[in-house]
């Protein structure tokens, strides 16, 4: 069974950083995409960062305009995991944070920030900024 296991949320203050990680089980991820989405209450859930393989242990990273440099997601433990590293944080970044894979190696570019290219998500993790 495929498991998804996100930690590092938590509550901060604005400007603050925390870091988030995935650690996948059940499978490798290597060669595959992984990303970051997070949902508000009451809102749609939404891409923040992903991670594609490219060849030769290279990786691009993508990111929604709304974290574009505050946020770097980036692949840890032999490329298996992946992280995201969030500075500057803003309340408007308050969602539950969830990880997520894709068992379709040949993902384009923009077809990364689309909910159902994933096949395996997370538990989600909260995160809260807040004074």
């Known amino acids: 069974q495929v498991q998804l296991v996100e930690s590092g949320g938590g509550l901060v203050q604005p400007g603050g950083s925390l870091r988030l990680t995935c650690a996948p089980s059940?499978?490798?991820?290597?060669?595959?995409?992984m990303a970051w989405f997070r949902q508000a209450p009451g809102k749609e859930r939404e891409f923040v960062a992903a991670?594609?393989?490219?060849?030769?242990?290279?990786?691009?990273?993508y990111y929604a305009s709304s974290v574009k440099g505050r946020f770097t997601i980036s692949r840890e433990n032999d490329k298996n995991s992946v992280s995201l590293q969030m500075n500057t944080l803003k309340p408007e970044d308050t969602a539950i944070y969830y990880c997520?894979?894709?068992?379709?190696?040949?993902?384009?570019?923009?077809?990364?920030?689309?909910?159902?290219?994933?096949?395996?998500w997370g538990q989600g993790t909260q995160v809260t900024v807040s004074s």
């Open positions: 059940g499978r490798t991820f290597i060669n595959y995409p």
């Open positions: 997520a894979a894709s068992s379709s190696r040949g993902l384009i570019a923009s077809s990364l920030p689309n909910t159902g290219n994933y096949d395996y």
């Open positions: 991670s594609r393989w490219i060849g030769g242990g290279a990786y691009s990273q």
